[in-house]
C-alpha cells in the first residue's frame, strides 16, 4: 500500500498531484491512530470495513466493498447459484421450517419436503435460541456437512438427517402458470445470465406463441445484469431496437440494441411494476413502454438509471462502483435525483434528447412520457392497503406457525383446501391461546383475508411454494385487474388524436 501512496511525490517533497496529496493525508493520520489508539487495531477492519467501505458510502447508496465471503456470493448470484442444502425456509424465534427444496439438492435427496420442521441443528435446539442466534446458526450450517433434527408433519417425534452442501440453482422466474386460458402470468425475481432462458422455457411450457397474452409481473425485482435485462427484452422486440444507452466520465457512450435470436414471441403483453421495481428491472419497462410493445401498470417504479461496475481486488475481494448513467430509447433517464449524495444532480436527458433536462419525451407513436426518476405505468393500479392487525400477524408470522400447528392434526390436506369456520374458529382459538386480541372490527372485516392466508400458508407447507404462490398470486387485486386490461391494450397504448384514441374517447 505503502508504494501507491507515495510512489508518485516529487524528489523536493511536494506531492505531485491531488490523489497523492489525499493519500498521504490518509496515511498520516491512519499512522497516528495505528500508533496512538489506546488498543492495537486490526488494519483489514480499519481500513477496509472503515475507511473504504465510509468512502463510498459517501458517495451514493450503489457502491459498495465486498469482502471475500460476500463477492463470492455475489459471484454465486450472478450464475444463479449458491452453495447450500436447496431450502426455502420460513423462520421465525423458535421455529424453522421447510417451504420449498429444489430439484436434485441435498434437502430433496434426503427426503426433506414441504412442511418439516427443523427442530435441532448440529446439536443446537432450536426453541433455544434468540432470533439473532438462530439466523447466524443457519448460516454458519449451510457451508459445511449438518446434521439436522425433523419432525415430518403429523408426526411428533424428530428424525435424524445428515446433509452436505452443494451448489443449488437458484431460479429467477419463481412463478408461471396459467392464470386464465391463453394468458400466461410469468414473475421474475432478478435478472441474471440464465434469465432469458428460464423465461422461454417458461412461457414455451404454457403455449409459446399461441398464447393470447402475457402477464410479466417485475414487482419487487431489483434488477441484476444488464446483459439479462437485453436478452428478455430481445424476446418481445423486433431485432436491432435501441435499448438504452449508457455514458460515463471514463467511456464513450453506447448503445444497447436487442438480439436477433431463435425465439420470439409476438402476444400482446403487459407489465406490472411497483416502487420496488428497480435498475435492470426498469430498463425492461422503459424499453418495452417506448417501443409501445406492452402496456405498463401497476406503480411508478422505483428510480434506479446508473450502472455499477463489478470489479475484482486482491485477496479475492471485490467492489461495485456506480461508473455510469443509462438512458432508455427516448433518451430519458431513469435515476432519480438523491439529495446529499454525488446523484444528487443526474442528468434528465441523454445527448440523443439534446441534453435538455426539460426535454419532452415520447413513445415510438407519440404517447408523452414523463422524466421525474422511474417508470410512470400507462395504468395506475394501486396496491391493497392492509390493516394494522392484519399486518401484525404478518409480521409475526402468525399465519404460518397456525398453518404448521394445523397440519399436525390435519395431515391430508392438498391445494384444494379451503378454510371454513370451523377453521376459522380453531384460528381464533391459536390467537387466544398466544395471547393475541382478535379486536371485533377487523376480524369480521378481514374474513376473507384471513381465508386466503390460512388457505396459503396451510397449501404452501402441504404441497409446496409453488401451489400457495398460486393461490397468493391469483387472489392479488393487482393482477386481477391487470388481467382484465388485456382486451384494451391498444386502446390504451393509442397516442393521442389516433383513430384509437378516438374510438376510446367515444366509447
Known amino acids: ?38 488498543a492495537p487495531i486490526d488494519p483489514d477492519q480499519t481500513i477496509l470495513n472503515g475507511a473504504v467501505r465510509g468512502l463510498l458510502s459517501s458517495l451514493d447508496p450503489f457502491s459498495a466493498f465486498f469482502d471475500r465471503d460476500q463477492f463470492e456470493m455475489l459471484q454465486q448470484q450472478a450464475r444463479g447459484q449458491t452453495k447450500g442444502f436447496g431450502s426455502i425456509l420460513y423462520v421465525q424465534t423458535g421455529k424453522v421450517v421447510i417451504l420449498q427444496t429444489a430439484q436434485g439438492s441435498p434437502s430433496e435427496r434426503a427426503g426433506l419436503g414441504p412442511g418439516d420442521e427443523i427442530v435441532e441443528v448440529n446439536g443446537t435446539r432450536i426453541d433455544r435460541l434468540d432470533f439473532q442466534s438462530l439466523i447466524q ?20 417425534v424428530s428424525q435424524d438427517f445428515v446433509l452436505n452442501p452443494a451448489e443449488v440453482a437458484l431460479p429467477t422466474v419463481d412463478k408461471a402458470f396459467l392464470y386464465a386460458p391463453g394468458i400466461a402470468y410469468v414473475h421474475l425475481t432478478g435478472f441474471e445470465e440464465k434469465t432469458p432462458q428460464e423465461v422461454v422455457d417458461a412461457v414455451t411450457r404454457m403455449g409459446g406463441p399461441a398464447l393470447k397474452g402475457i402477464l410479466l409481473d417485475l414487482r419487487d425485482n431489483h434488477g441484476g445484469m444488464v446483459e439479462s435485462a437485453l ?21 464513450p457512450e453506447k448503445s444497447y440494441r436487442t438480439i436477433a435470436g431463435s425465439t420470439h414471441f409476438d402476444v400482446p403483453l403487459v407489465v406490472l411494476v411497483n416502487a420496488n421495481t428497480a435498475s435492470a428491472a426498469e430498463v425492461v419497462t422503459a424499453a418495452l413502454q417506448e417501443h409501445d410493445r406492452a402496456l405498463i401498470a401497476g406503480e411508478p417504479t422505483f428510480g434506479k438509471g446508473v450502472v455499477e461496475s463489478v470489479m475484482g481486488l486482491s485477496e479475492k475481494t471485490g467492489l461495485a462502483l456506480t461508473t455510469a448513467q443509462y438512458f432508455t430509447p427516448s433518451g430519458r433517464s431513469i435515476q432519480r435525483p438523491l439529495p446529499g449524495t454525488a446523484l444528487a444532480g443526474v442528468e434528465l436527458a441523454s445527448s440523443r434528447a439534446g441534453g435538455n433536462q426539460r426535454a419532452l419525451f415520447h413513445t415510438d407513436d407519440g404517447r ?14 394501486p396496491a391493497p392497503e392492509i390493516d394494522p392487525w392484519a399486518t401484525f400477524l404478518n409480521q409475526r408470522g402468525i399465519f404460518t406457525s397456525f398453518a404448521s400447528s394445523y397440519l399436525t392434526l390435519h395431515s391430508r390436506v392438498d391445494r384444494s383446501f379451503q378454510p371454513d369456520t370451523q377453521v376459522l374458529s380453531s384460528f381464533q382459538e391459536y390467537l387466544s391461546r398466544r395471547q393475541i386480541r382478535a379486536p371485533e372490527e377487523y376480524w369480521k372485516g378481514d374474513q376473507d383475508y384471513l381465508k386466503l392466508r390460512i388457505r396459503t400458508e396451510v397449501v404452501t407447507l402441504a404441497e409446496g411454494l409453488e401451489a400457495g404462490d398460486e393461490i397468493e398470486t391469483r387472489a392479488d387485486p393487482q393482477v386481477e385487474k391487470a388481467v382484465t386490461l388485456f382486451p384494451r391494450i391498444a386502446h390504451l397504448l393509442a397516442a393521442p388524436g389516433s383513430s384509437h384514441a378516438k374510438r376510446t374517447a367515444k366509447e
Do not use: W
Open 1 to 38: 500500500m505503502g508504494g501507491s501512496l507515495f510512489g508518485q511525490a516529487d524528489t523536493a517533497g511536494t506531492p505531485a498531484d491531488d490523489l497523492t496529496r489525499q493519500s498521504l493525508k490518509f496515511a498520516e493520520i491512519y499512522g497516528k491512530v495505528e500508533r496512538n489508539y489506546l
Open 137 to 156: 446458526v443457519l448460516e454458519r450450517a449451510r457451508s459445511q456437512r449438518v446434521h439436522l433434527g425433523v419432525i415430518h408433519p403429523g408426526q411428533l
Open 231 to 251: 436478452g428478455v427484452v430481445s424476446l418481445f422486440l423486433k431485432p436491432d431496437a435501441l435499448v438504452l444507452t449508457v455514458r460515463g466520465r471514463r467511456e
Open 368 to 381: 408523452p412520457i414523463t422524466a421525474a426518476g422511474g417508470v410512470t405505468p400507462d395504468v395506475a393500479i
